[in-house]
């Protein structure tokens, strides 16, 4: 792991980030069209040369301050109602002026490939699309880039949100968005920052990842690649900084010129596969979380876990990680965070059995320990054949429903039924949940499906259920004396037990004995 850390401290990357100019500058998720959270402290910052005074005005506040010595300032705004559209104006040597700037509620859009996926691919696209005319919904999509170290921008601007602008934007973040825009009524800024296919590692800053021993096993797997490639990756990324600075003065010559814009020689090749880079842990929060910090906002809904289903257990403490990690960095306490349950996928087996994809269900289940958090169950929109269900917009129902009892206090039903506890007696285990609302119901069928049982030689078999007014029954004429019961505990379970308000029960299970991803690491 060493070589790892080493990485980290030396590598140099000069990007267009890094070119600063003597006028105020700030990074782009400032700009048109944005929204700035309301009811709280709003922090706006760039760089100036320093001393300069720089004073920002919106809304009748004027606030000034100085830039640093490194170049760099901050001015906080206080906190403002919702409403707009307003100018927000940015005046040091230069002035900037950023129009159709709107107050309202802010969240940050993250994950993986089910938050990636775009409206165009998503169920009943070309009506969605069609109808996605919301002046008060403004969406900012951070391109995909990794980066050895944490970056001060990125690349995106703030789009109204029309039929122009949605198609490519995440779906599971518009629907979530045009739910809370819906309910709240005043405007909704969308943070997409999300790359298919990615750990939860590549989104966290180093500090957990190197002071939790547990996360340590995830440096080794990147320890031998970076002793081997360290100096080589490197040195290609202070080529493409070299690269990138002549491309900048080319571009400047050859515009003064009058002459065609052309690359002043190949790019560098890098030493790696390109594939592997968004997987390397840090490197996404570095260029696609980094960037937007400490933007105001209400919170983050994410979507992710498959990538690292495969490490089910480990996920118990790095998911939790990860939204300490952010929230740390952002400083605005236990903002709220709501994520999804990973879907169904797969073929469904003959017999129930151990499975990875419930154990990392399971890990997320767990993570409602943590302080204002809310999660989607999602076991029931999943497709055998398609990692990535194109029913977002349910998904974006769900996220919506636990944003407002987490984050606006709303008393609703926001969640489907949770395992609470269970007792065994008279050769049946009498299952107890949360979030039950006015009461059970089974859909496509008579009584509930997807629960398995166990006596003391740990074998489970489908079991039968019925609903017995708070409680559910689960039995087995082949399992006398039960001790465990599970439910949903397969990639792709046959289960269909609902609450009155048309949620999911999560699945779940009473033991506790060890999984199939209780040793990887």
């Not at 002459?259 to 890098?270: C, F, L, M």
């Not at 965070?337 to 073929?347: D, E, K, L």
């Not at 859909?443 to 489970?460: H, L, Y």
């Not at 259920?465 to 990639?491: F, L, N």
């Amino acid at each position: 792991m060493k070589g790892f850390i080493v990485f980290f401290a030396v590598v140099i990357s000069i990007t267009w980030a890094d070119f600063v100019s003597a006028d105020v500058s700030m990074p782009s998720v400032f700009g048109e069209n944005m929204v700035l959270q309301r009811d709280i402290e709003v922090t706006v910052w760039g760089q100036a040369d320093p001393g300069e005074h720089v004073t920002v005005t919106v809304a009748g506040q004027d606030v000034s301050t100085r830039a640093k010595s490194d170049s760099t300032w901050k001015a906080v705004l206080e906190p403002m109602n919702a409403g707009g559209p307003y100018d927000v104006t940015v005046s040091g040597k230069n002035t900037l002026i950023f129009s159709n700037v709107m107050v309202g509620e802010v969240w940050v859009c993250s994950g993986q490939s089910n938050m990636e996926m775009m409206v165009q691919h998503c169920l009943n696209a070309p009506e969605e699309v069609a109808a996605a005319d919301h002046p008060m919904i403004r969406l900012f999509q951070v391109k995909n880039t990794v980066s050895p170290r944490p970056q001060r921008d990125c690349e995106a601007e703030w789009n109204i949100c029309r039929p122009s602008t949605v198609g490519n934007f995440s779906a599971a973040g518009y629907y979530f968005g045009r739910e809370i825009q819906r309910e709240i009524d005043v405007p909704v800024g969308l943070i997409h920052s999300s790359w298919g296919g990615t750990t939860a590692e590549t989104w966290m800053s180093i500090l957990p990842l190197t002071s939790d021993p547990e996360f340590r096993f995830i440096l080794y797997r990147w320890d031998d690649l970076m002793k081997e490639k360290s100096p080589e990756i490197v040195t290609y990324f202070n080529d493409m900084g070299a690269w990138h600075e002549d491309l900048y003065h080319q571009l400047y010559a050859d515009m003064f010129d009058d002459k065609p814009i052309v690359p002043p020689r190949p790019a560098p090749e890098s030493p790696v596969p390109i594939m592997w880079l968004p997987h390397v842990p840090t490197w996404l929060y570095n260029g696609m979380i980094a960037p937007i910090i400490p933007y105001a906002i209400r919170g983050v809904v994410w979507y992710q876990g498959e990538s690292n289903a495969g490490r089910g257990y480990q996920y118990r403490r790095l998911f939790p990680a990860l939204i300490e990690d952010w929230r740390r960095a952002w400083g605005q306490g236990d903002f709220p965070f709501v994520f999804t349950q990973i879907s169904s996928y797969g073929q469904r087996g003959s017999e129930p059995d151990g499975s990875a994809w419930a154990e990392l269900r399971e890990a997320q289940l767990m993570t409602l320990d943590v302080p204002n958090t809310a999660m989607a169950v999602t076991i029931d929109i999943g497709e055998a054949d398609d990692i990535h269900p194109k029913n977002k917009r349910e998904v974006g129902r769900r996220l919506a429903l636990g944003a407002l009892h987490t984050a606006y206090g709303r008393d609703i039903v926001y969640s489907g039924p949770i395992y609470e506890s269970v007792s065994f007696r008279d050769g049946c285990g009498y299952i107890s949940f949360t979030h039950i609302g006015s009461g059970f119901v089974v859909r496509t069928g008579e009584s509930p499906r997807g629960f398995t049982i166990a006596g003391k030689d740990s074998v489970f078999v489908r079991a039968r259920a019925m609903i017995m007014g708070s409680e559910v029954a689960v039995w087995s004429d082949d399992v006398p004396d039960p001790i465990a019961v599970r439910y949903g505990w397969e990639m792709n379970p046959d289960c269909n037990l609902y609450n009155r308000d048309g949620l999911p029960a999560s699945p779940f299970r009473t033991d506790d004995w060890p999984g199939v991803t209780a040793n990887k690491k």
